[in-house]
């Protein structure tokens, strides 16, 4: 299965209009049509994304083909659009092999490979035993209510209204424990990732329900699976429906690489979190040469640095000045910065100077199962260097 996705197109359709943009839609499919080998099945999906199933030769020659196409639809699209866009296409590739035993698995597995930019998709994500094992344990280690939450702290710089916590999970069954990144790709890769993120926020919403977190808010993970589905905001509306104060203190957090590849799910997803008083926080942001195009498409409450924007920090550099101008940016559209996955205590005063809201890392606060509320509460971040080091409260 190759997912052509026209990754530019609502641009497109705000410089020409919804008229002009159809046409431009109909002369795509008529160029698909053409340009394909006529054993290719094309299928025309929702969001400006087709669906392309090759079997025998043209499977073996999926990439080659791709390329093609993508080709051809720029060179027709280049006398009908306006000068300063270019169509742009990105293809993501799964194969149908005995381990997919559905069309969403499908479709997962050549979307998150279209995220990520790769052309190989058992490179995106490769189907080996280990993967398949933890795709297998997931839904009973869930039923079997094996779900483990782990919270790491989210500081301000200033006071905050709230104490905030990252939440982390991990599968614990008997002998083993599969957690973090492991966990999620093997979910995504299979298509449980909505699953996965449905048992997380239930449980983190029976935690905020709980009198000792009234001041708290969580922030959640979701995959890139939640953000495609159809059906997953209905659920999470239905769940709040009788918790309407807890609606503000549930986070929801997606990487950026995930968004990117489901870009026109996003504003019909990011109103309904609207709607719900739901926020919504972007992390890894950075992770693409230009962050802010697809903004206006979002109602962000946050973002989270990519760690490659903040690693390689020193004062009077120009990747400061370009850091800098960028949290600006994101401050001029009411957006909060943060910065993640710090180690390193002596980048604080630098990362203060250049704005950023609110840190998080191993250097302030490792994960725990437990919270530590009274430590948090009490910990005020004085933005000085002197402060920062030698104070009892930034070293315990």
Same mark, same amino acid.
């Given at each position: ?52 199933? !090759? ?23 280049? =006398? ?45 994500? $490769? ?11 997931? $839904? ?42 492991? !966990? ?82 996003? =504003? ?10 739901? $926020? ?6 950075? =992770?693409?040469?230009?962050? !802010? ?55 604080? $005063?630098? !990362? ?13 606060? =490792? ?30």
């Amino acid at each position: 299965l190759a997912l052509l996705q026209l990754k530019n197109f609502y641009e497109i359709r705000t410089w020409v209009g919804k008229a002009e943009a159809s046409l431009l839609l109909a002369d795509i499919t008529r160029v698909l049509c053409k340009t394909l080998p006529p054993t290719v099945t094309l299928s025309h999906c929702d969001n400006y994304e087709f669906a392309l199933l !090759l079997s025998n030769e043209c499977s073996s020659n999926a990439s080659e083909i791709t390329r093609r196409v993508q080709a051809a639809l720029q060179s027709a699209a280049s =006398s009908t659009i306006p000068q300063q866009l270019q169509l742009q296409c990105a293809v993501g590739l799964a194969r149908l092999d005995a381990g997919v035993h559905s069309a969403e698995v499908l479709f997962a597995r050549a979307r998150h490979s279209l995220s990520h930019a790769v052309e190989d998709s058992q490179a995106a994500g $490769p189907d080996t035993l280990d993967n398949k094992t933890i795709a297998r344990m997931i $839904p009973d280690a869930l039923r079997q209510q094996q779900l483990e939450l782990r919270y790491q702290a989210l500081l301000h710089f200033k006071h905050p209204t709230r104490v905030c916590y990252e939440v982390r999970s991990s599968l614990c069954t008997p002998g083993s424990a599969v957690t973090g990144q492991k !966990l999620y790709e093997a979910a995504v890769w299979n298509a449980l990732g909505e699953l996965l993120d449905r048992a997380v926020i239930l449980k983190s919403r029976a935690a905020l329900a709980h009198k000792q977190w009234q001041d708290v808010q969580l922030i959640v993970n979701l995959s890139q699976n939640s953000l495609v589905s159809n059906k997953f905001t209905s659920w999470l509306a239905a769940k709040l429906q009788d918790h309407p104060q807890l609606h503000h203190r549930l986070l929801l957090q997606i990487s950026e690489l995930d968004l990117l590849g489901a870009q026109h799910h996003l =504003s019909s997803f990011s109103e309904s979190l609207r709607e719900l008083g739901v $926020p919504l926080c972007i992390t890894h942001f950075g =992770s693409t040469r230009d962050p !802010l195009r697809y903004l206006h498409l979002l109602h962000v409450h946050m973002v989270k640095l990519h760690p490659g924007l903040l690693g390689r920090l020193k004062a009077e550099s120009l990747q400061l000045d370009a850091v800098r101008a960028l949290i600006e940016q994101l401050h001029n559209k009411g957006i909060r910065v943060a910065a993640g996955m710090l180690d390193n205590p002596a980048q604080l $005063p630098l !990362l203060w100077q250049i704005g950023i809201d609110a840190i998080q890392g191993n250097c302030i606060a =490792s994960s725990s199962t437990r919270p530590l509320f009274p430590v948090l509460e009490q910990r005020s971040l004085d933005p000085t260097p002197h402060s920062l080091h030698n104070t009892p409260e930034s070293t315990n």
